[in-house]
């Protein structure tokens, strides 16, 4: 296809020379418009989606007078660093953002590491109520999570874990595991059985093919899979507030319980307090982006 | 034949999954804390004991509030496990961690969830304790559910209507409107001064409640027993009258407290509804720092002279949880609601208004003229939400609010509207 393009595409200076008979064809006046009207719509739905992302940067760095002006500004004159300077500041958001990381980075690897062997024993054994097993893994997905949430509040309160990093880790797993389940079955569906055959021929045992063959093929799903596992617990809000205690609180009900309040809300801390620790992920998406495009898609299409 | 990744016998299996995980589900909410024991259990004469309250992690308070806590802790020897919860998720968690047992000692509390907290069963009985604090008749009532004492008044104060004095002389409004008649003259008069939102009443459903002082203004008891008199002529009347101010642009369009208090902070509105303690939210982000001089409270304009101005109770309290460390939390309720000095420092510092007579006497809050007027003026005749007592309260004013929003929209007569929000609260109120 590349070698089909190259061949298609005239040289810069051969379109700019227009020797007679090779003059590129005019558009029609309805190519214009469609044309137009496509670069409109991508327009539209670029500003849909960055007009948030550059309102809550001025927010950020607006003074509060400025921040609460109506109408609003779009474009501020005043700027101020002091939201970031008291989220600096502040101890308890250093420490909300240390749980986050612990609870997220462990919800991600408990995630992966289940789901791998989960997913490879689904791909590639043959066993009774392996289906049934496989469907009632989707069927969690069917739950409305507050009916969840009481629930595993009684299971945790039961077992004395409320308040502990396991609850929060465990109750966020229960969200991940299925689609990373699914996720890396599907790669592992991709892995020619032939492959694992020839292992088997040359000696390795099940637990060696896996390890040492099929994971490093599979490491892309499991990166893309410890991804979405990774945002889902560092996102997480409800669970967190109800079965975290003050010393187990994670960024996004500590940073609701510090801005958001009965009477007001700190928009500029909060909008400042948000980009900062939003940034985490997005620098993880950025590093690993090639690895969670490739391993989203790896399982897609079957050969 | 198969035509799709998902067969018949697949999706049978699917749907046997899903039913035994629902019942799995089922029995392990089974399980869950109930609600039927009305004893977290523990010593009562415990002298560590729990605090839970949405101040401790505000901004604006949790400097004071912590002082309180400490303040307890190393005068009396003893040991306070302080839990904070975000205010707009208070009510669900603390409801979930009461019946799970989780929470004991004193807990803050919305004066508008105290009776849904109380039916419970729960809390202990402070009506002992109660008389030692000297509270205000006012703030007394708002701890009590079915003549029982449940909450000791922290702050007191009521949601009532501010006015911005600057503009008012603006327009040439030389006394503060009285009447419902005198009030519209004066919002036509500040209709004329240029961009100014006359009065910048809520007119999204999050805030339609305050529809309900204007109704009680107008005459109706919105509740008789538990008779829903929403639809009677009166609410019609009040309606129809909002909907007037509406079309005349003297109310404006989609309008919450946010958004008026924004309006009002950039000097852009006569009057606008908001609670005692509105007043430093709004200058929080006032551009005129002189602002305040100019905000002054108005009682809600009556139909007739010599009728009570009606206002919304608001405020919190502070309730104790039967079990561990009750007797040593209701000691701590007393002092934090009713010393003197703590109430008037906490008054210094979050504007709150103390609830004893002895603290609103002290020099340092009489000299907030603002705070001692709205007091005396709108506090006084202030009355609790007519719903409160019914654990769909939220739904109930939700319910309300849009059938006011379909009237001031167009899209149904009053009569109507009303008709319809009567029949959903009667409803809500028998579920």
Known sequence: MTTLLAQEAPAPAARRAHPAGTRRPRRRPDQIRSSVAAWIAVAVIGLFALLPLYWLLVTAVSPKDQAFQFPPKFIPTDFT???????????????????????????????????????????????????????????????????????????????????????????????????????????????????????????ASRWRTLHTIVAPLAAPGMIAAGLFAFVRGWNDFIFALTLADKDTMTLPPGLVNTYIGEFQTAWPALMAASLVVSLPVVIAFMFLQRYLVGGLTAGAVKS | MRTSGIDRRTTLRLFGAATAGIAGAGALGACAPSGGSTDSGGDAKAKNFGFTSWSLNEEATKAEVNKIVKGWESGHKAKIKTTAYPYNEYLQQLTLKLNGGEISGAVHLDIAWLAAIAQMGKLVDLGDVAGEGGYTDVALTSGQYEKKQYGLPWTTGSIGVIGNQKLLDEAGIKKHPVTIAEFEDALRALKELKGVTPYAAATKVAQLKDIFPWMQTFGCTILDGDKVTIGDDASIDAVEWYKKLHDAKLIAKDVDRFDARALFGQGTVGFYDDAVIGKGATLATAKDKNLADAMVPVPRPVLKKGDDPQALLWGGVLAVVKGEGSDSAADFALHATSDVPTAVSYFGKTAMPPTTAKGLADPKVAADTFTSDWTKKITKTATPGPFWAYAKNAQIEEAVAKQVQAVLVGQSSARDAMKRARDEVTTLIKE
Not at chain 1, 81 to 101: C, G, Q
């Open chain 1, 81 to 203: 660093l002091e939201n970031f300077r008291a989220f600096a500041e502040n101890e308890a958001l250093f420490d909300y953002m240390v749980n986050s990381v612990i609870v997220a980075v462990l919800t991600s690897l408990l995630s992966v590491v289940v789901a791998t062997y989960m997913g490879y024993s689904f791909s590639k054994f043959r066993y009774r109520g392996r289906k049934s097993l496989m469907n009632f893994v989707l069927a969690s997905q069917m739950f409305p999570q507050a009916l969840l949430l009481i629930t595993l509040y009684a299971v945790f309160r039961q077992f004395g874990l409320l308040g502990s990093y396991t609850a929060l880790i465990l109750s966020f797993a229960t969200f991940t595991m299925p689609l990373c389940v699914w996720m890396l079955k599907g790669i592992f569906d991709t892995v020619p059985d032939a492959l694992l055959e020839a292992a088997a021929i040359d000696g």
